[in-house]
């Protein structure tokens, strides 16, 4: 194993999860997790038992937060593991992985097998103090990966010890904003991601690698699933491991280009008025994009 | 007529789904439902409505229209709703009384008429965004406006899909 100099402000779901089974897998440790433990209930966004007294509120939170936000992959994954289990392995092949990463997005969270130390911090959305306060006592030079989705705050970007690392499903700056990936199909034909060290702004920082990706192997049956539950498991299993697999080649490349620092990587800057940035995609867009990852019919057939 | 030369031109290059979507009397039907709906909104009391009328009408300063349009567009993407009236800088809602069908439909028809020019992905920006604004429309009242809106949508959308 080898000790990565990343701290990851996990925000549980299967973002974080894919993050930290890649690089598990590839034999990184992280330096340190801040693990972001919502005081509110995700779904029904009433604050979780807030009676009791921290130390006890705080399992109890987390227990919640790991149900609600890890509910899909394990929908998928392991009540459907002989439908899926070939797939998996397929999928990963397809981005060079181990497909041993997968068992991160629907294991019970033990976070210690992914870092030398874990801080949890119960905190209401990442504007709470107690989340600053989490990183401004970190280490100077603190390079910091954002798992979660949404904009960071300026309040926390600005803390003097840490650069955010972020990695966002489109090339940057072509493809800013939500849906990433669905809107990446659709105007670029295929997948793509982007690591960049955050700065104020929706997607705007300094573009550390952005890349097309390869369309991924589809599950048996996905193109008869309702957009909905297509949309679900895409969002459960190949988004993340999109992010984590450009995760894991920028890291890859700062080891052997630069010495393993993730702090001062080289990095292009975004002019604001550079690329596009799109909103949540409607249904019937959605369901085109979704017909771009589906084989092309063959030649020949049904052509008039 | 100026579109639907255009158009012609182009039905002889042998793109036809592209431009099954300009087809003259097709552009024209829109061109009317686009006045229609002008008028309907052109002395409607609440003010986005009245500022609807005006984008349809052109004849706007072209960068504060854009200007208006892309926030607009924000509130019909982001906050999913669209108000009565605004500030100046279409930020705050003055008025939270939700806009008027005929309103959500003028919006609609002009992000399609945006979503008919230009690069591809913000064709599909701009489409995406019409979209919106049917289902914030609501269901289908029994006008023809919402149902032709819709058919001009999905024609485009399949156009600009088949363009590289």
Known sequence: ????????????????RAYLGLLRAQGHRLERIVLLV??????TRRPVLPWLPAALRRPVARLLQDMRMNHWPRQFLQRQRADYGPWLQQLAGAY???PVVFDSLTERPDHQQYADVVQEVLADGLGDPAVAAALAALPARSTVLFTGGGMVPASLLALPNCRFIHVHPGVLPDIRGA??????????????ATAFYMAPGLDTGDIIQASDLDLPPLPPGFADLDPATAYRLLYAVVDPLLRAVHLGRVIAWAQAAHGGDLFNLPAQAQQADDGRTFHFMHARLRQQALARLLPAPAAGKGAA | MRAGGAASARRCSGRETVHMAEAPEVLMSLDALGAQLQQALQDHPAPVARDIALLIRGGDDPAAAAFRLQRYQRKVDVARQVMSAYDAGIQRATDPTPLPRDGCLGLGWL????????????????????????DQAGPDGGDAAGAQLQQALDTLLAATLDTA
């Open chain 1, 1 to 16: 194993m080898t000790r990565l100099p990343l701290t990851a402000l996990v925000h549980e779901g299967p973002m974080s």
């Open chain 1, 38 to 43: 919502q005081s509110r209930d995700a779904a």
């Open chain 1, 96 to 98: 060079g992985v181990s």
């Open chain 1, 179 to 192: 849906d990433g990936l669905l809107w990446s199909l659709l105007v670029r034909g295929r997948p793509g």
């Open chain 2, 111 to 134: 992000f399609w008429r945006q979503a008919r020019q230009g690069a591809r992905a913000d064709r599909l920006r701009w489409l995406n965004s019409a979209f919106n604004c049917l």
